[in-house]
C-alpha cells in the first residue's frame, strides 16, 4: 500500500480541481509507457531520482522506475514522511511547472511562481515556490492559532519560525544532522521575512549577527512549531 501522488501537465489536469483528480487517477490506470513523454515530465523525474526518492537504501518511492504517460505520471510513495515528501514533490513539480496531486488527501496543487522552495504553514498552505512578495504576506498573515511557518529544502534543510505571545518570532534553522539545529529570537516580522528570503536566495550571510543557540536534542524527533 502506498501514498498516491501524481504530477501533471498544466494542460493535462484542465482547469478545474475535480478535473486534476480526475485526470491524475486516469496516470494512475494507464499501463505502459507512453513512447514520447512531454520533456517537464522525463526533466521531474529526473529531477526526483536526482534527490534521492528512488535510492535503494533512504528512497521514499515506492515503485521505480515510474511510469511516464503524456501528460503524467503517477508517483506512489512511501508512509515514512509523507509531509517532507509532499514537500520535495510541490518543490520539484513548480521548477517544472507541472501540477501536483495528492490523491491520497484529494488536494491539488498548481505550480507556484518563484523561487523553488518547499513552504508549510500552520493554515494549512502548502507551496513549491516563494516570491518576496508572498513571503511577506504569508508573515502578515499567520495563523492566530498555529502562527508558524516552515521554508524546506529537504528534511534535515530548513528555517522556521513560530510568533510568540509577546509578538516576537523564534527562528530557528536547521543545516543537516539534529545536531546541527539553532534557534534565535527575531524582533518583529520583517526582520524574519529579510532573514528567511535570503536563505531563500543563498545569501552566504543571511545568518550572520544573530545570537544563535543549539536546540537540545532528545531521543525522539521533536514536532514542528
Known amino acids: 500500500m502506498s501514498y498516491d501522488f501524481a504530477i501533471l501537465t498544466p494542460e493535462f489536469a484542465g482547469a478545474s480541481d475535480e478535473a486534476a483528480l480526475a485526470a491524475a487517477v486516469a496516470v494512475f490506470e494507464q499501463e505502459g509507457r507512453a513512447p514520447d513523454p512531454y520533456r517537464r515530465l522525463r526533466d521531474f523525474v529526473a529531477d526526483l531520482e536526482a534527490a534521492g526518492a528512488a535510492d535503494e537504501d533512504d528512497g521514499w518511492l515506492s515503485v521505480w522506475p515510474l511510469s511516464l504517460g503524456n501528460g ?3 508517483v506512489p510513495t512511501t508512509y ?3 509531509d517532507s515528501n509532499l514537500v520535495t514533490l510541490l518543490r520539484l513539480a513548480a521548477g517544472q511547472g507541472l501540477v501536483l496531486v495528492d490523491l491520497s488527501a484529494e488536494r491539488v496543487y498548481p505550480p507556484a511562481p518563484g523561487q523553488p522552495i518547499g513552504v508549510i504553514a500552520g493554515d494549512g498552505t502548502r507551496l513549491g515556490a516563494l516570491t518576496r512578495e508572498h513571503l511577506e504576506s504569508l508573515l502578515a498573515e499567520l495563523s492566530p492559532t498555529d502562527p508558524w511557518l516552515v521554508l524546506k529544502r529537504d528534511s534535515n534543510l530548513y528555517i522556521q519560525t513560530y510568533q510568540q505571545n509577546d509578538g516576537t ?16 529570537v527575531l524582533v518583529d516580522e520583517n526582520a524574519v521575512a529579510s532573514r528567511m528570503w535570503a536563505w531563500v536566495a543563498n545569501d552566504p550571510d543571511w545568518s550572520a549577527n544573530l545570537d544563535w543557540e543549539r536546540v537540545p536534542i532528545f531521543p525522539a524527533a521533536s514536532s514542528q512549531p
Open 169 to 184: 518570532f523564534l527562528f530557528e534553522r536547521r543545516d543537516g544532522n539534529r545536531d546541527r539545529h539553532f534557534k534565535t
Open 72 to 74: 503524467g505520471v503517477a
Open 80 to 82: 515514512s514522511d509523507v
